[in-house]
C-alpha cells in the first residue's frame, strides 16, 4: 500500500484502526463474563472479522451488491463488470449463491476463501469496470472457480434489463488490443461524466475523476487496485439460508452497494433490518436507484430526494444515490467510477473495519459511566466493618467481657460469706470458647453463631450495602458485577470474622486491685470469726459454770461484739464498693474490646471484601477507558 498514492493520507486511519481494535480487544477481555453474552459475541465478531480481513489481501476491494427481489441486482453487476456472468431471470430468486467477479486474480483466492464465495468469475487482464449498452461481454459466462458447475447467460426477464435470452455470449479471446483500447475510452468517459451528471451527488472528501490523473493518461483501472464483485442473493429471499448468506457477508465485504428500485426504495426490510445500523458505514456505503429509466425526470429527483432523506434519517447523511438503469446504462457509468475510486483508494476494507470498530464502541458506551467510579469511600468501609462486627458477634461477646468482667471481680473481692453463691452463675466467655486459658490460641474457634441464618443474613446485608456504595454511578451490568464481588467474599467471612474474634485480645485477666479488696475482705470475715469464736468460748464455759474470763470492752461493748459487727459491716462495705468498681471497670474493659473487635472486623473487610470490590471498580474503570478510546472520545 505504501507505494499506492493516498496511501500515505489513509495512514493515520490504517494507526488509528490498530489503536481502535486494540482498545476493543482490551474492552472484550475486560467486559466477558460482565456485558450480556449478545453484546459479548458480537464484538468477539466483529474483532475476528477485523483480524481476518487484516491479514488477507489489502490490494483487492470487496463490493457486495445488495438488493431484493425484482431490484435488477444481478443486471447491474452485469452492465458494471461487461459480462453475461449474473444469471438474470424472471423466476426469482435467482441468485442462490455468491457470485465473484473479480479484477486481479493474485491474492484473491484465500479471500474469496474467507467470504466462503464457490462461484468465481476471473476476469482477463485489461477488463475494465462498466461497458456501453450493447458493449462487449468480458469474459465467458462459464469461466469460474468452484463448484457451482457453469454460469448461463443472463436472460432478459427481471424487468430491469440484461441481455436477451437469444443474445450470442461472447468468447473470451486472449488480449485483444483494439477491444481493450476501447474499453479504456470508455473507462475515461465513465469517470468524465460523474462530473457532468446532475443527479449524482459528490461523496464528501472524493474524487470523482478517477478515470484520468492530471497528464491525461488513462486509469490504470481495476487490474491495478484488486476488486472483486460479489452478486448476493435477495435479502428479502423467503429462503432462509439466502437470508442468511446477505446477513453474513453484509459484515464481511468492504463496500456496501444497496440497489433497489422505486417501488421498494423504502422497505422496511431494508431500512430497519441493514441500513439502521449502519449509521457508521457512511465512507463504505453506495445506494443506487435501478429502474431510473421508469420514471419521469421529475418523479426521479422526488425519489432520489426521499430515498436520500430517508438515508439522513438513518445517519447516512454524506451516502450519494446514484440513479442507474442496467437496461439503458444510465448511470452506470457513475456508479462504476465510484466503485474505481474506492478501489484505487486501497482504503475501503480499512474504512470499513474502522466503521465496524467505531460501531462496537458505540454499542459499548451505554456500558460505561460518565466518570471514573471512585470506590468505596471512608464511610463505606466504616458501615461495612460495623455491619460485619454485628453479624461477627461484636455485641455478645462485649455483653460477655462486661459480664465475665464483673463476675470475676466479685470472685474475688465479694464478702466471703456470699460469694461462694456465684460459682453458680456460668462464665459467658467459656460458653462462647473464648477464654484464652481454655485453648491454644492456634486451635481455638469462638462458639459465636455465625453459620446461623440470622447472622449470615446479616453479613450479605452488610455486603450488599458496601456493594452498592462502591458502585455509586456506575451503570449495569458494573453495579451488579461490584455488588457480586462483594457478596461473592461472604463465604470467607464466616471463618475470617470467627479469627478475627478468637484472636482479639479480651483482657480475661485479673485486675491488681482485686486482691488487695479480697484481702481486706478476709480480714474483715476473719473478725467476724474471731469475734463469733470469742463469743462461743464464753457461752461454753457459762454453760459448763466454769470461771468466766474477763471480756475488753471499748467504750462499754465487748471486744468480741465488736469483732463481729465491724467484720460485718466492713465485710458488706468492702463488697458494695468492690461491684461499683468493677461495674466501672468492666464497662471500661467492654469499651476497649469493642474497640478491638470492630477493628479485627474491620481488617477483615480490608482484607478480604475490599481486594475483590476494588479490582472490579478497577476493572469497570480500565473498560471505561478502553470503550473510549476505542470511540475516540478519551
Given amino acids: 500500500m505504501s507505494g499506492h498514492r493516498g496511501a500515505t493520507a489513509e495512514l493515520p486511519l490504517a494507526e488509528s484502526l490498530t489503536d481502535a481494535l486494540g482498545h476493543l480487544q482490551k474492552a472484550h477481555e475486560l467486559g466477558t463474563d460482565r456485558l450480556p453474552q449478545d453484546e459479548i459475541a458480537r464484538l468477539h465478531a466483529m474483532l475476528d472479522r477485523a483480524g481476518s480481513r487484516r491479514s488477507l489481501s489489502a490490494d483487492h476491494t470487496v463490493v457486495g451488491v445488495f438488493g431484493p427481489t425484482g431490484s435488477g441486482k444481478s443486471s447491474l453487476v452485469n452492465a458494471l463488470s461487461g459480462t453475461d456472468a449474473a444469471r438474470v431471470a424472471a423466476r426469482r430468486p435467482t441468485t442462490s449463491e455468491p457470485l465473484a467477479l473479480v479484477w486481479g486474480r493474485q491474492g484473491s483466492g484465500e479471500l474469496l476463501e474467507w467470504l466462503g464465495v464457490r462461484q468465481r468469475v476471473e476476469l482477463p487482464d485489461g477488463a475494465v469496470l462498466a461497458r456501453p449498452v450493447g458493449g462487449v461481454a468480458g469474459v ?12 448461463g447467460r443472463a436472460a432478459l426477464g427481471d424487468g430491469a434489463g440484461g441481455a436477451p435470452d437469444d443474445a450470442p455470449s461472447a468468447e473470451v479471446r486472449a488480449d485483444p488490443p483494439a477491444r481493450r483500447r476501447g474499453l479504456l475510452r470508455w473507462w475515461r468517459r465513465g469517470a468524465s461524466s460523474v462530473r457532468s451528471d446532475p443527479t449524482m451527488t459528490p461523496r464528501p472528501g472524493r474524487s470523482s475523476t478517477a478515470g484520468a490523473d492530471a497528464t491525461g493518461s488513462e486509469s490504470a483501472g481495476p487490474d491495478a487496485a484488486g476488486l472483486i464483485l460479489l452478486d448476493l442473493p435477495d435479502f428479502d429471499s423467503t429462503a432462509l439460508a439466502h437470508r442468511e448468506v446477505v446477513e453474513r457477508m453484509a459484515g464481511q465485504v468492504d463496500v456496501l452497494l444497496w440497489v433497489v428500485d422505486p417501488q421498494k426504495y423504502a422497505d422496511a426490510a431494508l431500512h430497519h433490518g441493514f441500513l439502521r445500523n449502519l449509521g457508521t458505514h457512511e465512507a463504505v456505503t453506495l445506494v443506487a436507484l435501478n429502474q431510473a429509466d421508469r420514471l419521469d425526470p421529475q418523479d426521479l429527483g422526488a425519489v432520489t430526494a426521499s430515498l436520500g432523506g430517508i438515508l439522513a434519517d438513518e445517519g447516512l447523511q454524506g451516502v450519494a444515490v446514484v440513479p442507474v438503469s442496467a437496461r439503458t446504462g444510465q448511470g452506470v457509468d457513475a456508479l462504476a467510477a465510484a466503485i474505481r475510486d474506492l478501489a484505487e483508494s486501497r482504503a475501503a476494507a480499512t474504512r470499513r473495519m474502522a466503521a465496524d470498530a467505531a460501531r462496537a464502541a458505540s454499542d459499548l458506551l451505554p456500558f460505561t459511566a460518565e466518570n471514573p467510579s471512585a470506590g468505596p469511600s471512608e464511610e463505606a468501609r466504616t458501615a461495612l466493618a460495623e455491619g460485619l462486627g454485628s453479624a461477627a458477634g461484636v455485641r455478645v461477646v462485649v455483653d460477655a467481657v462486661r459480664t465475665s468482667y464483673r463476675r470475676d471481680a466479685h470472685a474475688v473481692t465479694g464478702w466471703p460469706v456470699t460469694r461462694w453463691l456465684g460459682r453458680f452463675r456460668p462464665d459467658p466467655l467459656r460458653r ?47 453495579h451488579t458485577s461490584i455488588r457480586d464481588a462483594a457478596r461473592g467474599t461472604a463465604g470467607e467471612l464466616t471463618d475470617a470474622l ?69 467484720g460485718v459491716a466492713a465485710g458488706i462495705l468492702l463488697g458494695v464498693v468492690a461491684a461499683l468498681l468493677a461495674r466501672w471497670g468492666a464497662a471500661r474493659r467492654a469499651a476497649r474490646v469493642r474497640r478491638r473487635l470492630v477493628a479485627a472486623c474491620s481488617q477483615v473487610a480490608e482484607t478480604v471484601v475490599l481486594g475483590p470490590v476494588t479490582d472490579e471498580v478497577d476493572r469497570c474503570n480500565r473498560f471505561r477507558t478502553a470503550v473510549l478510546r476505542a470511540a475516540g472520545r478519551a
Fill in 498 to 566: 470467627d479469627s478475627a474474634v478468637t484472636g482479639t485480645d479480651l483482657e480475661t485477666g485479673r485486675r491488681a486491685w482485686w486482691g488487695v479488696f479480697g484481702l481486706l475482705q478476709w480480714i474483715a470475715f476473719a473478725a467476724l470469726v474471731a469475734g463469733l469464736a470469742w463469743l462461743a468460748v464464753l457461752a461454753v464455759l457459762g454453760f459448763l459454770q466454769l470461771p468466766a474470763i474477763d471480756v475488753p470492752r471499748v467504750e462499754g461493748f465487748p471486744v468480741p461484739t465488736l469483732l463481729i459487727l465491724m
Fill in 140 to 151: 465467458h459466462p462459464d469461466r469460474h472457480a468452484g463448484a457451482g458447475g457453469g454460469i
Fill in 432 to 478: 462462647l470458647n473464648l477464654r484464652r486459658q481454655d485453648v491454644m490460641p492456634e486451635v481455638r474457634r469462638s462458639s459465636l453463631p455465625l453459620s446461623q441464618p440470622a447472622h449470615r443474613f446479616k453479613v450479605d446485608q452488610a455486603l450488599r450495602v458496601f456493594g452498592d456504595a462502591a458502585a455509586v454511578g456506575v451503570t449495569e451490568p458494573w
